[in-house]
């Protein structure tokens, strides 16, 4: 099914757009699950915090709106808990819908969010600019277009058609050979028109190619430089 749907796409470059839904998917329902984990934790803190001001209300050395309040942290830890359960529960839909599934058939993720690795520099990913589908497709344009403009070049010269036969000559009962060929007019008529608009599309063309390359140029470095931002973000 997988390959029916990327038919007629460069297959390494829809192997790669697959992956990186799926790395995306699989981070983002990785990361809920933690936050679950760690939510759970929260619950414990507060719920131990209740426990403590509690003690200490009943000593008399706070009043009784510190239990109230930490009361109300520990309701708070516990409604957040709920909402990440049913985020994970979305998160881990959205992952197996990367590859098809209509269920969720596991329970746990598994993978490591400590450690992060620096971003290559942007020259590698420049590298394969080329493979990007917007660019790619004006490689097949140009090839077409240019074609096309040879072929318009190759009608300067008008076709000749020529004939051979057989004709009987009554006056004398004999057969000889007959020779003819016609070309068409005007005689000097170079196709120029046609020349002309077969080079103005591929200049066009040209012309758009260039047009999409910066296009996808100024979207990588864009892309790159959150990057590194977010880098810089998880380091800190």
């Avoid at 999409?212 to 140029?217: C, F, H, K, L, P």
């Amino acid at each position: 099914t997988l390959e029916k749907d990327l038919a007629g796409w460069d297959y390494e470059t829809a192997r790669a757009s697959v992956l990186a839904d799926v790395t995306r998917a699989f981070v983002q329902a990785l990361s809920v699950q933690e936050r679950v984990v760690l939510a759970g934790e929260l619950i414990g803190l507060a719920d131990a915090s209740v426990t403590t001001v509690t003690s200490q209300v009943r000593s008399g050395a706070v009043s009784a709106l510190e239990a109230d309040r930490a009361r109300v942290a520990l309701d708070r830890a516990r409604l957040e808990r709920v909402q990440l359960e049913h985020a994970l529960s979305a998160a881990r839909a959205e992952l197996a819908a990367t590859w098809g599934s209509r269920d969720v058939t596991f329970t746990d993720l598994r993978g490591d969010l400590e450690t992060v690795t620096a971003p290559p520099g942007i020259e590698t990913f420049l590298a394969g600019i080329d493979r990007n589908p917007d660019l790619a497709r004006w490689a097949s344009e140009l090839d077409q277009r240019r074609a096309a403009l040879a072929l318009e070049e190759s009608r300067r010269v008008p076709d000749v058609t020529l004939g051979v036969g057989a004709r009987r000559f009554s006056e004398d009962d004999t057969t000889g050979a007959v020779l003819a060929f016609s070309i068409p007019l005007p005689l000097f008529d170079r196709n120029q028109g046609g020349i002309a608009e077969a080079r103005h599309r591929v200049n066009k063309a040209q012309a758009e190619q260039a047009s999409a390359e910066t296009s996808v140029r100024s979207a990588l470095t864009a892309s790159y430089e959150e990057l590194h931002s977010a880098y810089a973000e998880v380091v800190t």
